[in-house]
């Protein structure tokens, strides 16, 4: 009896043994698989880069004479559209309102932004026109 108690001890051992030894080649191929991808990524050719500056990423909007005055363009990747005023100048604005974040259309027939959440709206400059906006849309930097 005694005998089947220490070979019920020994074989937990063992088996507990074997266990921990699978779990240290487990995770020893993972270390390698991760040490491979690193080497990988190291090695392989990067995607092209997005230009930046001290202000963030540079998104190249096009040639001037693609802009009428008086226009609003989006740019969706940008998140912000570009207005062309009437005297040439151009805007970068934010496509967030003001009072809660929702994102706001421009509406050409009316020329100005109308926030579909609580009807806040903005000029073509970004001002505000009729409230509950607080303030002006974030303009950025051109």
Same mark, same amino acid.
């Not at 709206?121 to 001002?127: K, L, T």
């Given at each position: 009896?005694?005998?089947?108690?220490?070979?019920?001890?020994?074989?937990?051992?063992?088996?507990? #043994?074997?266990?921990?030894?699978?779990? /240290?080649?487990?995770?020893?191929?993972?270390?390698?698989?991760?040490?491979?991808?690193?080497?990988?990524?190291?090695?392989?050719?990067?995607?092209?880069?997005?230009?930046?500056?001290?202000?963030?990423?540079?998104?190249?909007?096009?040639?001037?004479?693609?802009?009428?005055?008086?226009?609003?363009?989006?740019?969706? #990747?940008?998140?912000?559209?570009?207005?062309?005023?009437?005297?040439?100048?151009?805007?970068?604005?934010? #496509?967030?309102?003001?009072?809660?974040?929702?994102?706001?259309? /421009?509406?050409?027939?009316?020329?100005?932004?109308?926030?579909?959440?609580?009807?806040?709206?903005?000029?073509?400059?970004?001002?505000?026109?009729?409230?509950?906006?607080? #303030?002006?849309?974030?303009?950025?930097?051109?």
């Amino acid at each position: 009896m005694h005998e089947k108690v220490e070979n019920q001890q020994n074989s937990t051992k063992a088996s507990r #043994r074997s266990f921990f030894n699978k779990l /240290w080649i487990f995770l020893g191929f993972v270390a390698f698989a991760e040490f491979i991808s690193v080497v990988g990524a190291f090695l392989l050719p990067q995607k092209k880069r997005i230009k930046t500056s001290n202000f963030g990423p540079i998104i190249e909007a096009g040639p001037v004479e693609k802009f009428p005055l008086d226009s609003v363009t989006a740019f969706i #990747r940008g998140k912000f559209y570009l207005s062309r005023l009437e005297d040439g100048g151009f805007l970068a604005l934010s #496509r967030k309102c003001t009072h809660l974040g929702c994102t706001i259309p /421009w509406i050409s027939k009316e020329k100005n932004f109308a926030c579909p959440c609580h009807s806040s709206a903005f000029d073509i400059r970004g001002e505000v026109i009729s409230p509950p906006a607080p #303030r002006a849309l974030d303009i950025y930097h051109v």
